[in-house]
């Protein structure tokens, strides 16, 4: 402990002399600086910036240094006016600036002589290039997060817009951006790890701690916008190495405004599909399906120019039964001994197959039939019709989602605002059982349930210093749940099952009962968080420093090798079905539950500096320090000791970026080109480290 209070000094004393790093704003809002000059060119110090949001009434004022430079930071994103006054000039006034998330515009102004009194309005809107950060980055306002189509309304399909994103496949456990069933693809942004990505909600960390992808983000008419950075991430940033999605919901505002929403989709709409199977009436049947969201949002002011809130909710219900599922089951024929059509090429793919010796003309005597495999066909629920022996089954694939958004935001003075922020994911879908087929139930019942709240607190301390606190509680409880049927004790096996009435079996070019998929899981998750970000102006710097604590906890149950498993290959007789009658099992596994409870903590403290060096010119230096704390287990660890699993976590850890050292450096500068703003030269530098959670990594 004192020798990392010694290095946690020393690093702090080198960054202090060297004066180092990016922006002190918090992650979720916005800054607006620039240069004021008279109508000749000079430079004009002394002037009053006052930048008023247009929706809150909230202002925040700045005077310009002796070099006519100004800068305001931690602004609210949305819509602006700011107004320029000195005494002896004319009051200027830009309207129509909107604030986008996490960006930095510069907003220039020109003063002419005159009365105080006279007002020159100017309709501005500040640039889209980015003019003082040598990162690069893409925001996705609120016109495209609505009006853009988007497959299931999922809002993180929207960072493919940014140009630099590209899926990457599946994490295991992924939950993606929503807390239903299966596995999602992940996003890679700009090369980086697939789950290496820092999700960030209303400044506050939004990644699941058990795969580290994201948390379920909101629907589209509860999200405002958010922003993908990457490259060169200032000091501020840190957790993870590989980009940064940071996200703000929406506020209330001074004037109430709501909307509604509903999306059906119904199987009457659609096309017949080819390969469903064919009903009674000799007609394909309908899979019914019936796809139906809706929802709604509200905000507005409880106190006006004080307090506000905002509220969403979304529900999806679905209710579908695909009919194009199929399986071979033993026929009549094969229980009375006869395989004969079965291998034939007509029921196996065009190849004749014969059974090995010493079995003759593909016939079985039906006393050397396992007593267990007859009572398990009796109750698979399913009479072959065909040669073949193929059965068609239903799988339910129903479901209900719940998502519910709601925000406060209080004014407290003109130098102090708080919010908190709730949002709240409910997902059930059944199991895909249709209540008769055993080979049906292949997916466990989900009940999925997923609360992340923020609190922030901003507080000014003069023109020139701003502190802006948040305090994270995120829980996840992801449970699956199966349907009891039946298990080796019903078979006339004599084994002692972990998980009664139930079994996992295979048979190749057969059939399959309660897959892995079936299996029951638990997984709780929790993330605690506490970030302080202070920024300090002096002259022509911007000082920033901070901290970010985060720990996280995750128990993972898994019954995998529990619920045993047993395969039949045809190995023995070169058919699968000949195999299982026979009880000739190619495999059989059995085990006990495991799991894995753990925890982690991470620590992240920066320092930083944005040097302005001319109104063209801005220098960009950093320094974060990140010290690696290895995942450690205060619960039973099966199938691992503790200490082993802490081991090879503190392995992995080092060979990524050390141990001990995990000081992140950041180097960069912005130069802007012209007057006119419509060019910018960036040059950056550094070093990330990603910070591994657990297994799952």
């Known amino acids: 402990m004192r020798g990392s209070v010694a290095r946690l000094a020393g690093v702090f004393a080198l960054v202090l ?57 931690q602004l609210p994103v949305g819509p602006y006016r700011l107004e320029f006054t000195l005494q002896g000039f004319r009051t200027s006034v830009q309207q129509g600036i909107v604030l986008q998330v996490n960006t930095n515009p510069t907003i220039n102004a020109t003063l002419e002589l005159g009365e105080l009194a006279e007002t020159i309005q100017v309709e501005a809107n500040s640039p889209l290039i980015e003019t003082r950060s040598p990162g690069i980055g893409m925001v996705v306002e609120n016109e495209r997060v609505l009006e853009l189509p988007l497959n299931g309304r999922q809002t993180l399909d929207l960072i493919y817009l940014t140009g630099m994103a590209a899926p990457s496949g599946t994490l295991s456990g992924a939950r993606g951006g929503q807390a239903s069933a299966g596995s999602p693809g992940t996003i890679a942004v700009a090369g980086g790890l697939p789950n290496g990505t820092a999700y960030v909600l209303d400044g506050s960390t939004h990644n699941d701690p058990y795969n580290n992808a994201a948390m379920p983000f909101p629907f589209p008419e509860a999200l405002q916008e958010f922003k993908v950075e990457a490259s060169a991430l200032a000091a501020q940033y840190g957790h993870h190495s590989a980009a940064v999605v940071n996200a703000v919901t929406k506020s209330g505002t001074n004037v109430v405004h709501g909307s509604g929403f509903e999306f059906l989709r119904d199987d009457s709409l659609n096309a017949v599909d080819p390969f469903a199977a064919i009903g009674a009436d000799g007609r394909r049947r309908s899979d019914g399906l019936n796809r139906n969201q809706f929802g709604g949002s509200i905000g507005g002011p409880i106190a006006r120019d004080r307090l506000f809130y905002f509220a969403a909710y979304q529900r999806t219900h679905v209710r579908r039964v695909p009919t194009s599922n199929f399986a071979f089951a033993p026929t009549m024929a094969m229980l009375s001994g006869d395989f004969r059509a079965f291998a034939a090429p007509e029921c196996q793919g065009g190849r004749q197959v014969n059974l090995r010796p010493p079995f003759v003309n593909n016939q079985i005597d039906p006393a050397l039939f396992s007593p267990a495999s007859l009572k398990l066909t009796s109750l698979l629920g399913v009479k072959p019709d065909t040669a073949c022996g193929q059965v068609f089954f239903d799988q339910v694939d129903d479901s209900d989602e719940d998502v519910f958004t709601t925000k406060i935001d209080y004014t ?79 078979l006339g096996v004599k084994a002692t099952p972990v998980m009664t009435d139930y079994m996992r079996l295979s048979v190749t070019g057969g059939f ?25 102006i002096r002259g022509r710097h911007q000082f920033g420093f901070g901290a970010n604590y985060i720990q996280t906890k995750y128990d993972s149950t898994s019954f995998l090798a529990a619920a045993g498993n047993t395969t039949f290959t045809g190995q023995s007789t070169g058919l699968g079905l000949a195999d299982f009658l026979l009880g000739r099992a190619a ?111």
């Not at 399959?512 to 300090?536: E, F, H, N």
Request: proline residues 4%.
């Open 17 to 73: 002399v060297a004066a180092s790093s990016a922006f002190g704003q918090a992650v979720s809002t916005a800054s607006i600086a620039g240069t004021i000059r008279d109508a000749s060119g000079a430079m004009l110090p002394g002037v009053t910036v006052t930048a008023t949001q247009t929706g809150t009434g909230l202002t925040r004022t700045a005077v310009s240094d002796a070099t006519g430079g100004y800068l305001l930071t």
């Open 412 to 490: 407290v003075s003109g130098s102090h605002t708080v919010f908190g922020r709730l949002q709240f994911n409910k997902f059930d879908s059944p199991t895909n059982y249709d209540g008769k087929a055993a080979m049906s139930f292949t997916t466990s019942a989900f009940k999925n349930r997923v609360y992340a709240f923020a609190l922030g607190d901003t507080k000014l301390f003069g023109n020139n210093i701003v502190n802006a606190f948040h305090a994270t509680i995120n829980r996840g409880n992801y449970g699956k749940e199966y349907v009891p049927l039946f298990d080796y004790s019903d």
């Open 512 to 536: 399959s009962v309660m897959g892995p998929g079936a299996l029951p899981t638990l997984t709780p998750t929790w993330t605690y968080q506490v970030a302080d970000d202070l920024s300090v």
């Open 587 to 697: 495999s059989f596994s059995a085990g006990t539950l495991t799991g894995v409870h753990v925890q982690s903590r991470y620590i992240g403290l920066y320092a930083q500096d944005s040097w302005r060096v001319s109104p063209n010119v801005t220098l960009n230096a950093g320094l974060r320090w990140d010290p690696y704390m290895p995942v450690y287990s205060k619960g039973p660890v099966h199938a691992l000791r503790s200490r082993s699993l802490q081991q090879g976590i503190e392995e992995h850890a080092v060979s990524e970026c050390g141990r001990r050292a995990r000081v992140s450096t950041r180097r960069g500068d912005a130069r802007q080109l012209d007057r006119a703003q419509r060019s910018l030269e960036r040059c950056a530098a550094c070093r990330h480290c990603d910070r591994s959670e657990g297994s799952r990594d």
